[in-house]
T-cell receptor, first 119, second 111 residues
Framework: GAGVSQTPSNKVTEKGKYVELRCDPISGHTALYWYRQSLGQGPEFLIY????????DSGLPNDRFFAVRPEGSVSTLKIQRTERGDSAVYLC?????????????????FGPGTRLTVL | DAKTTQPPSMDCAEGRAANLPCNHS???????VYWYRQIHSQGPQYIIHGLKNNETNEMASLIITEDRKSSTLILPHATLRDTAVYYC????????????FGKGTRLHILP
């Protein structure tokens, strides 16, 4: 596709349940980022992948949060034992950072986000 | 924490120029100024970036002061579709680094 896509667009779950959020980056983008955005706040960094490996996971709030990118393309953010405080919009972005000679190599392209509501 | 300071909200009449200020007094010599915007229910969208020279593209102009401690994003002819939250960010260019967002400026375009 032309842009970053995220599924589902909305997810409602109950406290204590497990959820998976999916991100399809722009084809060929090596870097992938997850952010979380609470109401009225700017996006907050969670984790960054370069290829298949997590290069920086310093933003993950606790060990209930985990993300994978097994083939260096699609990524899944996994949240165990969800809590009401996890309710937010989860944003994914991708970029060509690190690829020499690319146009706008320093631009992150964001998806529309997944709105997670934990009841 | 974000290294930038922006007013929480601004109004601008449709068709007029919208001038959005940003203070970044602790910016380092190798850090660029980036602007993103976020329209309601969408992800942030890149607008423009610059180091020390003024920059212009099809979306906006970026004016950076000589001491680089502040900048202004200019939307020359604002339309209702420019209603959004605008984020000013400083970052080292072409490095695989996370973006640290502040709260941004909520721009209201008035008909």
């Amino acid at each position: 596709g032309a842009g970053v896509s995220q599924t589902p667009s909305n997810k409602v779950t109950e406290k204590g349940k497990y959820v998976e959020l999916r991100c399809d980056p722009i084809s060929g983008h090596t870097a992938l980022y997850w952010y979380r955005q609470s109401l009225g706040q700017g996006p907050e960094f969670l984790i960054y992948f370069q290829g298949t490996g997590a290069a920086d996971d310093s933003g993950l709030p606790n060990d209930r949060f985990f993300a994978v990118r097994p083939e260096g393309s699609v990524s899944t953010l996994k949240i165990q034992r969800t809590e009401r405080g996890d309710s937010a919009v989860y944003l994914c972005a991708s970029s060509l950072i690190g690829v020499p000679g690319t146009m706008r190599a320093d631009t992150q392209y964001f998806g529309p986000g997944t709105r997670l509501t934990v009841l | 924490d974000a290294k930038t300071t922006q007013p929480p909200s601004m109004d601008c009449a449709e068709g007029r120029a919208a001038n959005l200020p940003c203070n970044h007094s602790t910016i380092s010599g190798n850090e660029y100024v980036y602007w993103y915007r976020q329209i309601h229910s969408q992800g942030p969208q890149y607008i423009i970036h610059g180091l020390k020279n003024n920059e212009t593209n099809e979306m906006a102009s970026l004016i950076i002061t000589e001491d680089r401690k502040s900048s202004t994003l200019i939307l020359p002819h604002a339309t209702l579709r420019d209603t959004a939250v605008y984020y000013c960010i400083v970052n080292v260019r072409n490095r695989d680094d996370k973006i640290i967002f502040g709260k941004g400026t909520r721009l209201h375009i008035l008909p």
